[in-house]
Structures are given as C-alpha cells and as structure tokens.
C-alpha cells in the first residue's frame, strides 16, 4: 500500500504517517480497529499515528478517537510507575549500549535544564504532550515526568490534556477538519 499524505500533514505528524502506513501494511488482516489500537501503543507514533492510520482505513472519526485515546493511554501508568527501576536494570546491563542509553535518559532527565522544567510542570507537560510534533507525546511525556519526579497528582493530569491537544490538533489534520475551517473562514 502507498498512501500519500497531504505536506502539511507530513509536516505536523513528524513522518509518523510513514510508518503508521508500514504498520497499516503489515498488521492487514486485523479489523482496522486493532490497528489502530496497536498503532497508537506503540512509542514514536503514538495517537497521532493511530489518527493517520484510523484516516485511511475510513474509520469513523468519533470512533477513532475513543480507540486512540485508550491504546495512547494505556502504556502511560506502567511508564510513570516502572521506568526509574527499568532504567536502573539497563544501567546494570552488560550490554554496553543499554547501559549508555539509561544513563543517557536519566542525564537528560536530572540534568542543568531539569530545574527550568519543573517550575512549570503542569504546562510543561501538557504542551509537551499536546502538541505532535517529533519526539513528543505521552510516552516521552511520561518519561521525563518520571525522570523529573514530578508527582503523579500534577503529571497524570497534565499528560491526559495534552493528549487531549493532540487528539483535536490531529483530528482536524488526518480528517480534513483543518481544510473546512480554512474554507470556512474564507468565504
């Protein structure tokens, strides 16, 4: 299957649709459900993914959205309550590039910036989330709010509005919503 993509489309996903469209290929026997489901589980593509991929395989829009939001959501508190012993394990690992890779993230997690990023957490976060753009979601969200300690009262929130943000920014993208406002305000 070759599916083309609007540019800015490709633009605001951040190339999810390339790989959102190799799963699609792969996973073809599925129901398009649980492809989209799996899709939206998976780090990198997240629900913007599953919103690409919920848009060619003609789901429903509504119906989309309620199996992105669950299979986003649903890896979230096993990253928030699990990662720092993940971390720690991969640390300990005799596999060299496991091990850098843990420091790496926990560096990147408690380092000279982490300070700036705890003073505006709930924000932070949520904006970090919410908008789609490469490397941002609610995996990577989780992680440096694990890595930053912010409490789960202020994290959890935080992440399911920003997932909420990236839920209507890419609904309007991946099922024209974008192009009808447009169109609206230009008459």
């Known amino acids: 299957m070759n599916f083309l993509f609007p540019l800015p489309l490709f633009a605001a996903a951040g190339g999810s649709e390339a790989l959102a469209e190799k799963l699609i290929s792969l996973l073809g026997g599925l129901p398009p459900q649980v492809i989209i489901f799996i899709i ?42 699990f990662i720092e012993k993940i971390l720690d394990w991969m640390e300990r690992c005799k596999i060299g590039w496991i091990s850098k890779l843990a420091i790496w993230l926990k560096e ?36 440096i709010a694990a890595l930053l300690h912010v409490s789960r009262k202020k994290s959890v929130p935080a992440i399911f509005c920003g997932l909420i943000l990236a839920t209507v920014i890419m609904t309007l993208l991946s099922y024209g919503g974008l192009q009808s406002i447009i169109n609206f305000f230009s008459k």
């Open 40 to 81: 939206s589980m998976i780090p990198i593509l997240e629900l913007r993914g599953g919103l690409l991929a919920a848009s060619v395989l003609n789901v429903p829009m509504w119906q989309a959205i309620g199996i992105c939001i669950l299979g986003n959501i649903l890896p979230i508190p096993f990253i928030l309550l």
């Open 108 to 143: 990147r997690g408690t380092g000279k910036k982490a300070d700036k990023i705890r003073k505006v957490e709930f924000l932070g976060l949520l904006l970090f989330v919410g908008v789609p753009l490469p490397g941002t979601g609610a995996w990577t969200g989780s992680l």
